[in-house]
């Protein structure tokens, strides 16, 4: 194959790629009803003036499956802790015993559960939506490209080998994380 072909599938697949690292990320955002320490993963501190990750200024953990702690580095930071955790608007009510905060995460209903799903879905069928869309890309490249009628019937075969590889990754991903939201 040359290199435009080599440069055209390269392209699609890099794009296949990044809708899963962002399934991924929006996965994890979305909780079960286990307690976990990556639920706080988007909470911003405010520390010396900017904004800081969480994990940067406190240590996070999970000393049961119900309860997450935060124990800042800096004691002067428990209310811009307790204050980002409010901010994120994650539904949590963040204690302060002067040490540490403390999360009781509360267990999921059953309506919460399948908003969550619905939730999960969502996500699922937009980065369906970004995969396709990277093979048309391919596909429009494809037909401006100056090789044989065959060659692009392979290429485009090949394209669509990976987006049905893709597709079939994200629908793992959500059968697994419906799972997971499911359980009680």
Known sequence: ?????????DSAKEQM????????????????????????????????????????????????????????????????????IMFANLGFNPMNNGEMIIINVPPLTEERRKQLAKQAKSETEHDKVSVRNARKDANNEIKKADISDDLKKNVEATIQELTNKYIKIIDDMFAKKEVDIMTV
């Open 17 to 84: 790629e990044s809708a899963i690292l962002h399934l991924e990320k929006s996965l994890r955002n979305i909780r079960a009803g286990k307690a976990t320490p990556s639920m706080l993963a988007g909470v911003s501190v405010d520390y010396y003036g900017a904004k800081t990750p969480l994990s940067q200024v406190a240590n996070v953990n999970t000393p049961d499956g119900r309860t997450i702690s935060v124990q800042p580095w800096e004691k002067s930071l428990l209310q811009e802790i307790e204050r980002g």
């Open 1 to 9: 194959m040359n290199e435009e072909i080599e440069f055209i599938i």
